[in-house]
């Protein structure tokens, strides 16, 4: 089965940092463009960073500029995201979501919460 499983959230203070992974597991990982996303309480869902499946390509919403890099790691079927100088407005639900065309693939989302 398609898998997509997110880990690394936590609750951390303004200025620290977490490093999210997510491993996937039943689809060629490295043939597909992986991305994370967050959704904060009573927000919709924003798009944070987003990797070719070389890893050659990178982009990130201005928000995260600087302060978060998106990283894979193909032959261990996994993406990356450092997150450091983490804000109160950081917090939330994060994704990750894998595509190939008109394939998706979505992980059920890891929870940061960025609070003094």
């Known amino acids: 089965q398609v898998q997509l499983v997110e880990s690394g959230g936590g609750l951390v203070q303004p200025g620290g940092s977490l490093r999210l992974s997510c491993a996937a597991s039943?689809?060629?990982?490295?043939?597909?463009?992986t991305s994370w996303y967050r959704q904060a309480p009573g927000k919709e869902r924003e798009l944070v960073a987003t990797?070719?499946?070389?890893?050659?390509?990178?982009n990130y919403v201005d928000s995260v500029k600087g302060r978060f890099t998106i990283s894979r790691h193909n032959a261990l079927n996994t993406v990356y995201l450092q997150m450091n100088r983490l804000k109160p407005e950081d917090t939330a639900m994060y994704y990750c979501?894998?595509?190939?065309?008109?394939?998706?693939?979505w992980g059920k989302g890891t929870l940061v919460t960025v609070s003094s």
């Open positions: 979501r894998a595509l190939r065309g008109p394939e998706r693939y």
């Open positions: 990797i070719s499946s070389a890893g050659s390509f990178t």
């Open positions: 039943g689809f060629y990982f490295s043939e597909y463009v």
